[in-house]
């Protein structure tokens, strides 16, 4: 772990979310690995990135990117070796860069030991761990999640004549947690992993790991306590882990996972991010201001992970119908756009590659309460492919330059995991890692800019309040962010069309605002309304100094 006076450095931090397959392949094999991954580690840290998210890199069939773990303990042999890991993360720390992995803890792969041994016969000593039932009827009111796929949460096990039960795929048993066999052991796996020096965790899936009729067995009390005693257990053994919870729930729900400060450091906020492209398609501040004002305050140690897009389908569980609607209507035209309840596009291709939306909903998520998590390659808008499966078409190679298979790998390219994005508004000779660096009005440059810039402002934008402004204008979203005497006033054009605003910043008189990118100084603020004229979905951050301060 890495060593920090600052216990809150996952508020002021910035997060990268890279799958190990996804992003260099050292050994020509066509799979990204740890060596590789760790020769990145200076673009890494080049880009601003404080924290690294691991997806899942165990050992798995592979039949849910890993998700579908098949022994906690050992790395999948593609990706390298537990010395590799090791020193991946000693050379991740020596750059002052956390890593956080994944956690999988609700469910295993079919093919993990304890499964094979849980169906052998109903009294097989492994049985218990799973949950067994005679008939489908048990637990009727909990929701499929992967409702493309699967009709039901029960699968029949021939050998034994029994159904088991499974949230996600059915090739995913659920772990029974009211067995303490099962609870201690997934005890032991987070021991393993911290000892050798992780970060923290993102919990994967966490509402759903107990079941109880009547209820949809989300967010149950005993999973809450359980926890609980997670929290308890890291902060006595490994004090400083950092925990972060994948829990897609309404508002209310989500931030129960933050307990009394006991619970997890972080959640990512759901609720967000759907209604961030909804008010874009709307051109409308409100969806955003609502839902923000269902999410703050948090508890003083605890924060959001706030994202734009990860390696999941965008997912619209959690919003009404309406909603939906809106955002299957602009946001995935073609039914191949559509996966579950969500739509499996990266960023850039949500926005047709807009330059000005990216830079808008890049400037908003660093703006926004939360630490901003971003996904690898949306730093250079790559793109996606609709046409593999699943939601493979986010997780293609990382685009590095205009080499063979966009410099990820030296194999032939019929070897790669999944093809190179080749489509000619995303081709890889263009968009890429080297290009976008040598190209001073590159994406990737103003990404690291406008990164360095969230970083100078960490503690206001990191941990500040948030107040809404009225700017006489729906299209137009502004904010004051305050932390002690630091402010920054944030302002967003959600429209299509240039467009104004007038703030009320009477409070403020004799203030001076600066706009934060480029530190120019703007007019002092006095008794009139404020007046913004903004181009088509722009933005400014500006730091307030107070009169007297050099001004
Ligand atoms: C992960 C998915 C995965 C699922 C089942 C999630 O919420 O983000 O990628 O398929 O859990 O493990």
New binding site residues.
Partial sequence: MLEDENRLWYRDAIFYEIPVRSYYDSNRDGIGDFLGLTQKLDYIKSIGIDCIWLLPFYKSPLK??G??ISDFYSILPEYGTIEDFDLFLEEAHRRKIRVIADL?L??VSDQHPWFIEARKSRNNPKRDWFVWSDTMDRYKDARIIFIDTERSNWTWDQNTGQYYWHR??SH?PDLNYDNPEVREEIKKVIRFWLSRGLDGFRC??VPYLFEREGTNCENLPETHAFFKEIRRMVDDEFPGTVLLA?A?QWPTEAKKYFGNEDEFHMAFNFPLMPRIFIALAKEDSYPIQNIIKQTVPVPPTCDWGVFLR???ELTLEMVTDEERDIMFSEYAKLPKMRLNLGIRRRLSPLVDADRYILELLHGLIMALPGSPIFYYGDEINMGDNIFLGD?NGVRTPMQWSFDRNAGFSAADPEMLYAPVITNANYHYEFLNVEAQSRLPSSFLNWFRKAVSVRKKNSLVLGRGDIEFLETGNRKVLAFLRSYDSEKMLCIFNLSRDPTNAQLDLRKYAGWTPEESFSRVPFPKIGELPYFFTMPRHSFFWMNLSPPGDGN
């Fill in positions: 849910d990117d998700y579908d999988v609700n469910h996600f795929y995913q994967d899936a994948e897609n990860n390696h999941d939601r």
